[in-house]
């Protein structure tokens, strides 16, 4: 325990009476500081127990001014000599003392100050070896219950035990893992997130420690070397003293190996799956064995999502793609429901459970400037069709410049021109709509818009007028030039047909 002033008017041997200040015994001293000084604050920093015999203070300003000054820079009490510059307690301290709450003991004339000093010292040594054995004792407890428990059933809630605080532990993308008590963190992650935040942007070695009117906040880095696992949290209405720190410190040692170690295992299985995920989806492997490799991952037999993520067609080729891959691969193995297959240099190769695991790779993907394609839904017997899907698929995000394409919503027209460049798609739009596009060009009429607009309604004349904004009559005089500048007529199934891909592919092309 700390020593107090109310400890050391305890001790017999130094006769200290209290004369003022007595609501503020229970200071802590953290040592014995003597001055004659009018102002001896430029030589403390808070905790002292000042002696002094007032040789240079007179008058009741001197005094009242004196108080102020050590009552501000944060002194615990005052022990005033008696006996050598003034017989008696001068009432103008004493009083100036009980306004600003800061305790004033008398030392009479026969104790001398070092007597004060010696006997502080030593209560302070003999504290410090206790906290010093109590924070061993906490220590070994600590690693112990880590072992036999784990560290979150074991070590998190003894250390909240302990430090009489709210515990948690998050991960690097702020996923809690675990808390003391188990509701800590749904009420607790929302206030400390501004004090989070900070400690985060001073990377490995920050830490910090804040104390406000009704609560104090503590957040530490659980790191090894460079690389932060996550963070431990902590929190209570009171300061976190000497022993909390280092108790904490230990505790962060603990953490940061557990993270470490969970780390390397999970990367660890995370290799084998990717390996077995690529023999899965190449068909080397029996579906009996697929579907036992996907129960165990925790996947959905049957509504598999096959994705491939490649870099955008308008891309230009460079050592960024591979970078961005490798990213996404080492972002993907944190999803929940993702297993990666081996990453190639051009693409990266993913079994996710569902849709929405399928949707949240897609959102990772675009962050690094990579476009993906998802296939329909599939069991373990059918991954390599599903692959070949989510492979036509990513075509298409690529050229079109999507953030991600699903198989099943594939127009026909983007299947059949996945494996052509752009250069072909303009030739043959060019065949098809150049005349009609020269003859917008020149300022008379809008003949490519409105045929688009008369196919977009499945020939339906009164809504494609509306549409545009024009008369049946002018959409129809607009069609026959069409059809004489074409030399197509549109009561052709084919010709409308050629219409349409045509339009379809300028898009795709980046024309339209």
Known sequence: MPVTISQVVALPELALRVAAGSAGLDREVRLVHTSEVEDPTPWLSGGELLLTTGMRLRGRPEFAAYVRRLAAAGVSGVGFGTGVRHASLPRALSEAAETEGLPVLEVPYETPFVAISEAVS??????????????QEIQRELTRRTVD??????????????????????????????????????????????????????????????????????????????????????????PFGSLDQAVAGFAVSLLS?????????????????????????????????????????????GALRVCVCVPAAAA???????????????????????????????????????????????????????????????????????????????????????????????????????????????????????????????????LVRSLEALLRHGEHWERAAADLGVHRNTLRYRMRRVEELSGRQLSSQHARMEFWLALQLRRLAGDG
């Open 122 to 135: 030593s209560r302070l040594a003999a504290d410090q070896a206790s906290a010093a054995a109590r924070t």
């Open 149 to 238: 428990a784990g560290p979150w059933e074991g070590l998190l809630p003894y250390l909240a035990r302990v430090l009489g605080c709210w515990c948690a532990v998050v991960d690097a993308a702020d996923v809690v893992l675990a808390a003391a008590p188990r509701d800590a963190a749904s009420t607790t992650l929302s206030a400390v997130r501004p004090y989070l935040d900070r400690v985060r942007s001073l990377g490995p070695r920050g830490a910090g420690s804040w104390v406000g009117p009704d609560k104090s906040v503590m957040v530490q880095p659980l790191a090894t070397g460079q690389h932060v696992h996550g963070y431990l949290l902590a929190g209570k209405t009171t």
């Open 257 to 301: 190996l557990e993270l470490a170690r969970a780390r390397s295992v999970s990367r660890a299985e995370q290799r084998f799956r990717s390996r077995l995920a690529g023999m899965l989806l190449a068909g080397q492997l029996p579906a009996e064995t697929g579907r036992e490799a996907i129960t165990a991952w925790g996947l959905s037999e």
């Open 316 to 446: 230009p080729a460079s050592a960024a793609s591979p970078d961005a891959i490798r990213a996404l691969a080492e972002a993907a193995a944190d999803i929940p429901g993702i297993v990666c297959a081996p990453a190639g240099p051009d693409e990266l190769i993913v079994l996710a459970s569902g849709t929405d695991e399928a949707a949240a790779l897609s959102g990772r993907a675009a962050a690094v400037s990579l476009r993906t394609g998802v296939s329909a839904p599939a069991d373990a017997g059918q991954l390599t069709r599903a692959l070949r899907e989510a492979r036509l698929a990513a075509q298409v995000a690529a050229a079109d410049d999507r953030q991600h394409t699903w198989f099943g919503e594939l127009d026909p027209y983007q299947v059949l021109v996945s494996g052509l460049d752009r250069d072909a798609l303009r030739v043959y739009a060019d065949a098809v709509l150049g005349a009609l596009e020269r003859h917008d060009v020149d300022g008379r009429g809008e």
